[in-house]
T-cell receptor, first 115, second 115 residues
């Protein structure tokens, strides 16, 4: 059973600080990794994706991937109240004996930025 | 204006009733997906389709049915066999080119409530 694990939170971070969100996954064959932000009652929106070991930066967001440790993280610098949301980690893997791929989502980490 | 539309936004179902959720995309994507999200949970895959006239069961297909007669449309029917259908339903689509490195785009979701 392929799994993606996240701490459910809530994670409370003061405004302007760095928020660190973590995710581990079970399938070593996983190829690509995604972070989605989901506001309450809304659909997920893609924040970052990464598929190579190391760091990938986009504005205030940095995704970090360590395939040996099966660990992916998201750092949010200069946290703003608008960053308060649930962050979903997602991992894409190849379906055995098929050309299709599937995504498994973690249950999400609730982030709260306090003024 | 490209995107994914889902209708209705809110749907109420009586016990023993079948209901159909609509999903339409004009992104020219081959692959389409249906997910279910329960409160405080991640997304769980119900069905997916990589091409017209073909679809595959996901992790929680029991009590659901789909069709893919057109590339743009992937309706989901929640049958009376689904014992606990109250949830937030999300439709998504993606290109199958460079499969592992393309993001899924989500529709706005349908919230289904059983009365």
């Amino acid at each position: 059973q392929k799994e993606v694990e996240q701490n459910s939170g809530p994670l409370s971070v003061p405004e302007g600080a760095i928020a660190s969100l973590n995710c581990t996954y079970s399938d070593r064959g996983s190829q690509s990794f995604f972070w989605y932000r989901q506001y309450s009652g809304k659909s997920p929106e893609l924040i970052m994706f990464i598929y190579s070991n190391g760091d990938k930066e986009d504005g205030r967001f940095t995704a970090q991937l360590n395939k040996a440790s099966q660990y992916v993280s998201l750092l949010i610098r200069d946290s703003q109240p608008s960053d308060s949301a649930t962050y979903l980690c997602a991992v894409r893997y190849r379906v055995r004996y098929s050309s299709a791929s599937k995504i498994i989502f973690g249950s999400g980490t609730r982030l709260s930025i306090r003024p | 204006d490209g995107g994914i539309t889902q209708s209705p936004k809110y749907l109420f179902r009586k016990e023993g009733q079948n209901v159909t959720l609509s999903c339409e995309q004009n992104l020219n994507h081959d692959a389409m997906y249906w997910y279910r999200q329960d409160p405080g949970q991640g997304l769980r895959l119900i069905y997916y389709s990589q091409i017209v006239n073909d679809f595959q069961k996901g992790d929680i297909a029991e009590g659901y049915s789909v069709s893919r007669e057109k590339k743009e449309s992937f309706p989901l029917t929640v049958t009376s066999a689904q014992k606990n259908p109250t949830a937030f339903y999300l439709c998504a689509s993606k290109s199958v080119e460079y499969d592992f490195y393309n993001e899924q785009f989500f529709g706005p979701g349908t919230r289904l409530t059983v009365l």
